[in-house]
């Protein structure tokens, strides 16, 4: 397996070397960086390769999470943002989702849940842990709209992609069929009669976009 290579982002040196130091037990991790901003970030981004996962502070000086997560989509759409905050109140956890980031963990977590976050990342550009998929909910359903599940949350995501719906289903993890009812589920619910009406609710409600 080639290792997932790594960058870290926070304005903490200790919390970075240890952080760093933990991932590093794994052999299917591969450190390339930290920094202490966004700005220090940019400028190591010149120097080494490009990382497939990008752990993000949120709180930090010169450049915070939320500007370098959004300058990451612009300039290295490739790039996954994993944000890895203290803060867990919703406008926190949904601007970043907003701004670009694929995933958000406290800093308190398990490294078990912080290694499975990243390769979720890594294979599917994705990680919805519950904390996030119940922010998600009070900010996107709005008492009187349709309740959409989590994981349709994630194929309406993917829908914004070019990805086929069988590319999407492997992506999922689930059966072409099991993506067929996403589908057909969301087209009820969303009172919309294609991939393109998904795709314009997902723009409407800012859902998925920096």
């Not at 993000?56 to 944000?83: F, Q, R």
């Not at 398990?110 to 599917?124: C, D, W, Y």
């Not at 309406?156 to 992506?171: N, P, R």
């Amino acid at each position: 397996m080639t290792p997932i290579k790594i960058a870290i982002v926070d304005d903490h040196t200790l919390f970075r070397q240890g952080i760093g130091a933990l991932l590093k037990e794994h052999e299917e991790i591969q450190i390339l960086f930290e920094a202490g901003n966004g700005k220090l970030m940019q400028q190591a981004l010149t120097k080494h390769l490009l990382p497939d996962v990008v752990l993000m502070d949120i709180n930090m000086p010169v450049m915070d999470g939320y500007e370098t997560t959004a300058w990451l989509k612009a300039n290295h759409p490739s790039v996954a943002v994993l944000a890895l905050s203290m803060y867990e109140d919703d406008s926190s956890v949904i601007k970043m989702i907003k701004k670009g980031a694929g995933g958000y963990v406290l800093k308190e977590c398990r490294p078990t849940e912080l290694l499975g976050a990243i390769i979720s990342l890594k294979e599917r550009g994705l990680y919805l842990n519950e904390m996030v998929s119940g922010k998600m909910f009070r900010s996107f359903n709005k008492p009187d709209d349709a309740q959409i599940s989590p994981k349709e949350l994630e194929f309406i995501k993917w829908c914004c992609s070019e990805l086929t719906y069988k590319e999407i289903a492997d992506k999922m993890f689930v059966s072409p069929r099991t993506v067929d009812s996403y589908r057909e589920s969301l087209f009820q619910k969303l009172n919309v009669k294609s991939r393109v009406g998904l795709v314009l609710y997902a723009i409407k409600n800012s859902l998925f976009l920096p």
